[in-house]
């Protein structure tokens, strides 16, 4: 690339070969519009289909305004962006779904947000999300329950337009191997705007999101980046200590006054309902300790196969 671009889109792919073509095109043609230089970052996170081989063509046509990186392995969304931070060159950073759910045309937006507000972070929020009821579900969960929202900050959406010193402090900042990028973000700046935008129906193919993925996308984060499960170990600790200490004052006055046998019933369903409580808090402190241990390794938050620059 000859000069530095303007904008810098980085687009995670995962199994959307149908669509790149078409993404591409629509890119294209915006800045050609916009008149803006700008940089395309393709980060295929694990793709199965032929989707590597789409972008290779893309690359070999367009030399001059992508860069495609594969990764080994399936790494996530989040962490495809991550790498993305590392190779992309523009003033501006845009991140979108491979899928065409976000028109490249709502691209627009954020620039007229831009001017009007100077904001370090703008999100794209649909106006009519087309996800699925459970994908919806499990982001207002997320919401409520990680560091993800402030007064600021209300909603979040893949589709973001990132001031590029934000971008320089997450990369160098970001130590280990799981990335939730909104909650990041939210803890570097306070200066987020939103804008409404269109979001469509997939044209082709089904979510990468499966329902292990996304439960398995929201326990990271609720590991990683929020306290809750240990705030739930506390109080739920205090409660149900509270109501064994006035059971047990219960037992103590019929044992007194009444000679009532305590019986072997009630003494095992106390034993072991107190020790699942504990072996649950132990398995969330646990967590806790490997996630420590993880970024005590350094464990990788990808590893790359190939890069086309």
Same mark, same amino acid.
């Given at each position: 690339? +000859?000069?530095?671009?303007?904008?810098?889109?980085?687009?995670?792919?995962?199994?959307?070969?149908?669509?790149?073509?078409?993404?591409?095109?629509?890119?294209?043609?915006?800045?050609?519009?916009?008149?803006?230089?700008? &940089?395309?970052?393709?980060?295929?996170?694990?793709?199965?289909?032929?989707?590597?081989?789409?972008?290779?063509?893309?690359?070999?046509?367009?030399?001059?305004?992508?860069?495609?990186?594969?990764?080994?392995?399936?790494?996530?969304? !989040?962490?495809?962006?991550?790498?993305?931070?590392?190779?992309?060159?523009?003033?501006?950073?845009?991140?979108?779904?491979?899928?065409?759910?976000?028109?490249?045309?709502?691209?627009?937006?954020? #620039?007229?947000?831009?001017? @009007?507000?100077?904001?370090?972070?703008?999100?794209?929020?649909?106006?009519?999300? *087309?996800?699925?009821?459970?994908?919806?579900?499990?982001?207002?969960?997320?919401?409520?329950?990680?560091?993800?929202?402030? *007064?600021? +900050?209300?909603?979040?959406?893949? %589709?973001?337009?990132? $001031?590029?010193?934000?971008?320089?402090?997450?990369?160098?900042? !970001?130590?280990?191997? %799981?990335?939730?990028?909104? @909650?990041?973000?939210? &803890?570097?700046? #306070? +200066?987020?705007?939103?804008?409404?935008?269109? !979001?469509?129906?997939?044209?082709?193919?089904?979510?990468?999101?499966?329902?292990?993925?996304?439960?398995?996308?929201?326990?990271?984060?609720?590991?990683?980046?929020? @306290?809750?499960?240990?705030?739930?170990?506390?109080?739920?600790?205090?409660?149900? @200590?509270?109501?064994?200490?006035?059971?047990?004052?219960? %037992?103590?006055?019929?044992?007194?006054?009444? +000679?009532?046998?305590?019986?072997?019933?009630?003494?095992?369903?106390?034993?072991? #309902?107190?020790?699942?409580?504990?072996? #649950?808090?132990?398995?969330?402190?646990?967590?806790?300790?490997? $996630?420590?241990?993880?970024?005590?390794? &350094?464990?990788?938050?990808?590893?790359?196969?190939?890069?086309? $620059?």
């Amino acid at each position: 690339m +000859n000069k530095q671009p303007d904008v810098s889109l980085i687009i995670p792919v995962y199994n959307s070969s149908s669509t790149l073509a078409e993404l591409f095109l629509r890119v294209d043609n915006l800045f050609t519009e916009l008149n803006k230089p700008y &940089q395309l970052v393709l980060i295929d996170d694990g793709s199965t289909d032929n989707s590597w081989n789409v972008i290779e063509d893309l690359k070999e046509k367009n030399p001059e305004k992508i860069l495609a990186v594969k990764f080994s392995k399936n790494y996530g969304q !989040h962490n495809a962006i991550l790498c993305g931070f590392n190779y992309c060159l523009g003033k501006f950073i845009i991140t979108m779904d491979d899928d065409l759910q976000h028109p490249p045309e709502e691209i627009k937006k954020f #620039f007229s947000k831009y001017e @009007a507000t100077d904001a370090d972070v703008i999100y794209g929020i649909p106006i009519d999300k *087309k996800h699925s009821m459970i994908r919806n579900a499990g982001s207002s969960f997320v919401k409520k329950t990680s560091e993800y929202s402030s *007064k600021k +900050n209300t909603g979040g959406s893949s %589709f973001r337009f990132i $001031k590029r010193e934000i971008v320089d402090i997450i990369k160098n900042g !970001h130590n280990y191997n %799981f990335l939730y990028l909104d @909650a990041t973000i939210n &803890q570097q700046t #306070f +200066n987020i705007e939103h804008v409404a935008v269109e !979001h469509h129906t997939r044209k082709s193919g089904k979510s990468g999101y499966t329902m292990f993925k996304l439960i398995t996308l929201y326990f990271n984060i609720l590991i990683n980046y929020s @306290a809750t499960p240990l705030k739930l170990m506390t109080y739920g600790g205090l409660f149900f @200590a509270s109501v064994a200490f006035f059971i047990g004052l219960k %037992f103590i006055y019929k044992k007194l006054m009444h +000679n009532v046998p305590l019986g072997y019933t009630s003494l095992m369903v106390t034993i072991l #309902f107190s020790t699942g409580l504990i072996l #649950f808090c132990l398995g969330i402190i646990g967590q806790y300790l490997y $996630k420590l241990y993880q970024m005590q390794n &350094q464990k990788p938050s990808f590893l790359i196969k190939q890069i086309l $620059k």
